[in-house]
């Protein structure tokens, strides 16, 4: 059994019938140190790191079995603080009974704030997406925010419930985080995996699909072309962004 890349996971076969999928993810520079660019609270650096490998996952189909902090800071306090963060979010996330593991840095005093964040989980091989065999409708789900936008618009990010709402609909083939990237790069990966063409159904020069969104702001969701319409309906949150066919 071989280790397997898929976009920015690492699957690993456990047995003949279950695969491991991992997800990490880095923060540094934003919290309450002297150094750091973005003033905010460690707790909300945390979660907000942990909420893009979770929601790879989630994406993905894979549910979480073990969360790895590793916190380039001194336990207390700004350990503790992302600690409380980590846990919050789980909380959230309502997975509060997965096991946390993890480590700081004790030895050497830090003048920025530093987070890697390592999920685990773990998925039915036979459960592992495959490329679509239809053309697919992209929605957009979410607003791409970065840095001191995401402190603004804490009460305006999408939910994990939504997300699994989304994920369990039948007609949703892929579902795809957008990080730093921006919209624009992971709709054209979400192209390749499923070997189809990119048709832009709204500006592709538009900043909202060339810019940063941060801790996975933005999902971008693929459905079946026959049933856009209908899971619009169903979620009226979602905004078309692009078609993805197999003919130009």
Do not use: W
Request: net charge negative.
């Amino acid at each position: 059994m071989t280790n397997t890349q898929f976009r920015d996971l690492t699957l690993t076969p456990l047995t003949a019938t279950e695969t491991l999928v991992i997800a990490c993810d880095s923060s540094a520079g934003i919290g309450e140190k002297k150094a750091d660019v973005v003033a905010v609270d460690p707790a909300i650096t945390a979660a907000y790191s942990l909420r893009v490998p979770l929601l790879e996952l989630m994406c993905f189909g894979a549910h979480p079995i073990t969360v790895v902090d590793t916190v380039g800071n001194e336990m207390v306090p700004t350990g503790e603080r992302i600690i409380s963060g980590v846990k919050a979010e789980l909380a959230r996330a309502q997975l509060s009974d997965i096991p946390l593991n993890g480590s700081t840095e004790d030895n050497m005093a830090t003048v920025t704030t530093s987070i890697g964040i390592t999920v685990i989980g773990r998925i039915q091989t036979a459960s592992i997406p495959k490329p679509a065999t239809t053309d697919l409708t992209v929605f957009k789900l979410g607003t791409p925010y970065v840095g001191n936008d995401v402190v603004a618009h804490l009460d305006q990010i999408f939910s994990y419930d939504i997300v699994r709402q989304i994920r369990a609909n039948a007609d949703v083939v892929d579902m795809l985080p957008v990080g730093s990237k921006g919209v624009t790069y992971e709709l054209d990966q979400m192209a390749q995996t499923n070997h189809l063409k990119t048709h832009y159904l709204i500006d592709r020069t538009l900043p909202e699909l060339n810019t940063s969104a941060g801790p996975a702001t933005v999902v971008l969701v693929g459905v079946k072309k026959a049933r856009a319409a209908a899971v619009s309906q169903k979620f009226p949150e979602l905004i078309a962004v692009a078609e993805l066919r197999r003919s130009e």
